[in-house]
């Protein structure tokens, strides 16, 4: 059954509620999260009860500190994907404003949790901050449980030799320091951009290797320069490449946005939406003297990123 992404915590039918869920913002859906998610998925088949999630939109930050840089690791519809590839049954992205932040942690629990959502169960992190002030944390979420009627879990940390907790925080900071590998490490899978391919310049195509540009949008920005990447296709296609997130500080400057150049493509894809994972770190973004060294050193990307993504090759 495919995942079912609900709005509100207001008037829902009867099927979308009583599950078990996890309450979090869950941006990234990290093994730190997939952990607390794997808490209700035992809450859920224990009471024969569906699977749910519970986080918002937009990210709370947002809405407190409206004028931050970029920080999102996913998109709603990625995290939907995500969520349903664990087999979540209902996803409640509740919306964010006013009213749900000026909620006190014990109406949060009685109004969305308990009648709203009519929550059988609750698994959230050892570090779960909810209700205005962020003074709910979890033990007054087990005081409300046995008050309103739900179960409740708290999952331990998760980390590893690197760090104690895994955590959406640091997810951004290995892609600020242009660490992938890492990112991925801690997301359980290599962290994607994914957007519609608009028209940029089309200086690539005319230098020989033609560029599928998508703006950044709320990502984070990960460290500019060059990446070796592989893109998914709407029709499931994956194809390697080699990209270059940054403002094309040689051809002239740009908003920040991701440039791949498909391996072996040569496809019209404007308008369409790609997802494209970054596998590798190769180089911070230069500005090149001219045309010319820039085409060389793309090529010299573009080799040392079809090693890597295409070893036998």
């Known amino acids: 059954m495919a995942i079912r992404v609900l709005h509100d915590w207001r008037g829902l039918d009867a099927a979308a509620k009583g599950a078990a869920v996890a309450l979090g913002n869950f941006d990234g859906v990290h093994r730190g999260h997939q952990r607390v998610i794997a808490d209700a998925a035992k809450a859920a088949g224990a009471l024969g009860v569906p699977l749910g999630v519970i986080s918002f939109e937009p990210h709370p930050r947002r809405l407190f500190q409206p004028t931050a840089e970029p920080f999102r690791l996913m998109t709603p519809h990625q995290?939907?994907?995500?969520?349903?590839?664990?087999?979540?049954?209902?996803?409640?992205?509740?919306?964010?404003?006013?009213?749900?932040?000026?909620?006190?942690d014990e109406t949060f629990a009685r109004e969305v949790l308990a009648e709203g959502l009519g929550a059988r169960h609750v698994a959230a992190g050892f570090d779960i901050t909810f209700g205005k002030g962020r003074t709910g944390d979890p033990a007054a979420l087990r005081r409300y449980g046995e008050a309103f009627g739900f179960s409740v879990s708290v999952a331990e940390a998760l980390g590893d030799d690197e760090a104690d907790k895994f955590s959406s925080s640091a997810v951004r900071e290995a892609l600020h320091q242009g660490h992938p590998e890492r990112a991925a490490k801690i997301l359980g899978r290599p962290f994607a951009i994914e957007g519609v391919v608009v028209k940029g310049q089309q200086l690539g195509r005319q230098l020989g290797f033609p560029t599928a540009n998508v703006p950044m949008g709320d990502y984070v920005l990960p460290r500019l320069g060059v990446y070796a990447t592989r893109t998914r296709l709407p029709d499931g296609r994956e194809a390697p490449g080699v990209a270059n997130i940054g403002v094309n500080p040689t051809t002239g400057l740009v908003e920040p946005r991701l440039e791949v150049w498909l391996f072996?493509?040569?496809?019209?894809?404007?308008?369409?939406?790609?997802?494209?994972?970054?596998?590798?770190?190769?180089?911070?973004?230069?500005?090149?003297?001219g045309l010319d060294a820039l085409v060389k050193q793309v090529n010299a990307d573009a080799a040392v990123a079809r090693a890597i993504l295409m070893p036998d090759l």
């Not at 995290?79 to 006013?98: N, T």
């Open 79 to 104: 995290q939907a994907r995500a969520l349903g590839d664990l087999g979540v049954d209902l996803f409640y992205l509740l919306p964010f404003g006013v009213e749900m932040a000026g909620m006190s």
């Open 264 to 289: 072996d493509f040569d496809e019209d894809i404007y308008g369409q939406t790609i997802e494209t994972d970054l596998i590798a770190f190769l180089r911070p973004e230069l500005k090149f003297d």
